[in-house]
């Protein structure tokens, strides 16, 4: 087999997929943003500095904990399920359930996330506490058509639409007083983003590099409270930075300004 | 008497190596006969054939850079791993290296790094084929190429906030798939086989978009794929790169064998709407029939990868099987008794097997 023709298949291979990533990010960013949401550090945590990585880095927190928590399946239930195409003929206690909704594959839908909304302000009464310090972001809708979800959730500076993995299943929270599962219910879960770690340019990064790296924030940073210039761990209560973030036609989120939270 | 050691030239260092070793075996039996008295060759022909030998050893020794002696074969099999290790060390030393310095750079130089690395490394894989007859070196840089594709894809999406679909995986099966054919490096075609198959694990429908979360969870999306590996040393020979086609049909018998084994044990799984226990009991049945086909397919092709690979599909088959009916019945100890003496079964089985064989050769 002559060699030349498949060195350029590996070459043009190695050029092409690159260049589609930067189409892709380039569609993303190219007409007006889809959706501006202007949040702190409570939703936009710093991911810890480590494994020699020295710049910072930020992850949407969209309260995924409070998963593990759910007594019954709230907005995201059967209906819901059958929606995004998952089978759900059978009961969530019927014995065959969890091999039946274990082996669904998981789907990629889009999902509505909700910026200190009415969402929020129920978890914050359920789960008091932590209220000050928890994430606003909260998961309050799922479609497979974008449109149909932002028609739904019309507020572009309050909801964001973005991507997700998500997976149906039957579950039973685990009670440690009682040491017993409640009765199952059927419920979708969301398993992750599909962009949930956000790089920032370097020309946005200063103020965060210095916060994760636990230095004096540097004055060109414009940083204005005692917070702020404290550096370290964040505070419980007050967030050290406000970030704008948005999201474009691909429903990529990116970060288009870091300032100090005043 | 044709001029020493002429004859065809081998089309690949494998085909060169066997011929190497087919000297020294057939040196050895020589040696061998001689002694007993079984043959005896006159110092004329002696000295012709070692001539014929000698001189077609240094040949492929030339062109191949074979192995002659034990020693260099022990050596070889030493620079094989030391060409592995190497290679995952420099891949990780690139790695971190580039991490070091990454949240610095400006972005079009982090997107120029990403891109221009496994070209370079291509780059670099020509220069070393065209010096060295070995390819060690240009195994240890079509590894880094690769890593430094498979790695970078991932960190230019991250650094633009990009989602990367799995469809990522055939560009990765394509560039070391492409690889390993240029220069012949059967480790490339294992690592694009494996690539292409993860990206059929993905399938969960034909009207779904494939996520990575997904992998796994339809295992039938794994036997087209399968059936196809197994099949594509017959659809297109590969007459130089003999080392190719037991790849193929080591990995596509595991595509068939594996999911096969778990859709037997979990019908929930199948993408067919039947029950899940007659989903469970065909694919039982299925994977003992197809098993033992293989058996005797390997066999009679004399595909010793075949035969093992179906061998010990088929055993694991039974074992489970076994465990099923028995396990939570029967004591622990007549358990694995009827485990052992299953093994003798398959033994003698297999021992009239060879002498039959035996039997139609004589």
């Given amino acids: 087999m002559k060699r030349a023709p498949l060195l350029a298949i590996a070459a043009a291979v190695a050029v092409v997929a690159p260049l589609l990533v930067f189409l892709a990010s380039a569609s993303n960013r190219a007409a007006e943003p889809e959706a501006e949401v202007v949040v702190t550090e409570r939703e936009l945590r710093l991911v810890p500095l480590g494994e020699g990585r020295r710049w910072a880095v930020l992850r949407l927190d969209w309260n995924r904990d409070l998963q593990w928590s759910q007594k019954e399946p709230g907005w995201f239930d059967r209906a819901k399920l059958a929606a995004l195409g998952f089978d759900v003929r059978l009961a969530a206690d019927d014995l065959r359930a969890s091999g039946f909704y274990g082996w669904q594959p998981a789907r990629e839908v889009f999902l509505a996330l909700e910026f200190d909304g009415p969402a929020a302000a129920a978890t914050d009464l359920a789960y008091p506490k932590d209220a000050s310090s928890r994430s606003r972001l909260h998961p309050v809708d799922a479609a497979l058509d974008a449109r149909a979800l932002r028609a739904r959730h019309p507020d572009r500076q309050r909801v964001l639409v973005v ?10 929270r685990w009670d440690p007083e009682t040491r017993k599962s409640s009765p199952p219910f059927l419920r979708g879960r969301i398993q992750r983003l599909l962009v949930e770690e956000i790089q920032v340019p370097r020309g946005r990064r200063a103020l965060l590099d210095a916060l994760a790296s636990g230095e004096a924030v540097p004055a060109g940073a414009g940083a204005t409270s ?4 404290a550096g370290g761990k964040p505070s419980a209560e007050v967030p050290r930075y406000r970030v704008v973030l948005r999201t474009g036609g691909r429903l990529e989120p990116w970060v288009a300004e870091v300032s100090p939270h005043s | ?6 004859g065809p030239t081998p089309s690949s260092r494998e085909e060169a190596q066997r011929r190497a070793d087919r000297i020294g075996a057939f040196q050895c039996e020589l040696a061998e006969l001689e002694r007993e008295g079984a043959l005896r060759l006159t110092e004329e022909q002696r000295a012709a054939l070692d001539l014929h030998h000698s001189g ?3 040949r492929l020794a030339k062109t191949y850079d ?10 070889s099999s030493g620079m094989k791993a030391a060409t592995l290790l190497g290679a995952l060390a420099l891949a990780a030393a690139l ?6 310095f990454w949240g610095g750079m400006p972005v079009a130089l982090q997107a120029g790094v990403v891109v221009a690395t496994p070209l370079l490394l291509v780059a670099g894989m020509e220069i070393a084929a065209r010096r060295e007859r070995s390819l060690y070196v240009t195994l240890l840089l079509g590894l880094l190429a690769g890593a430094s594709f498979v790695i970078g894809l991932p960190v230019l999406a991250g650094l633009f906030n990009v989602a990367l679909p799995p469809v990522s995986l055939l560009a990765w099966a394509a560039f070391c798939g492409a690889l390993s054919y240029a220069y012949g490096l059967r480790l490339l075609l294992v690592a694009a086989i494996l690539f292409a198959l993860g990206y059929a694990g993905t399938l969960s429908g034909p009207t779904d978009h494939c996520v990575w979360e997904a992998f796994g969870h339809r295992p039938e999306a794994f036997l087209p794929l399968g059936v196809l590996l197994v099949a594509v040393p017959r659809l297109a020979p590969h007459r130089s790169l003999t080392g190719f086609p037991p790849a193929f049909r080591t990995f596509g018998l595991l595509a068939l064998f594996l999911p096969i084994l778990i859709l037997g044990r979990a019908g929930n799984a199948s993408f067919l709407g039947l029950g899940p226990g007659t989903i469970e009991a065909a694919y039982q049945l299925l994977g003992f029939v197809l098993a033992a086909l293989a058996v005797w397919l390997g066999v009679r092709s004399a595909w ?7 061998g010990g599909a088929f ?18 100890w007549v358990f694995f008794l009827v485990l052992g003496l299953v093994a003798v079964g398959l033994l003698l089985l297999l021992r009239r097997f060879h002498s039959l064989s035996r039997r139609s050769t004589a």
């Fill in chain 2, 95 to 100: 790695y971190t290296f580039l991490y070091r």
């Fill in chain 2, 304 to 310: 010793p990868e075949v035969t093992n690979v179906a």
């Fill in chain 2, 56 to 58: 077609l050893l240094e």
């Fill in chain 2, 1 to 6: 008497m044709t001029e020493a050691g002429s």
């Fill in chain 2, 315 to 332: 055993v694991v088959y039974l074992y489970v099987k076994l465990y099923d009916w028995w396990w939570a019945f029967l004591p622990r």
């Fill in chain 1, 226 to 229: 005692a917070a702020a210039t």
């Fill in chain 2, 66 to 75: 074979v192995d002659r002696t034990d020693r260099q074969r022990r050596l």
């Fill in chain 1, 163 to 172: 991507r997700a993995a998500v997976t149906a299943e039957s579950y039973g």
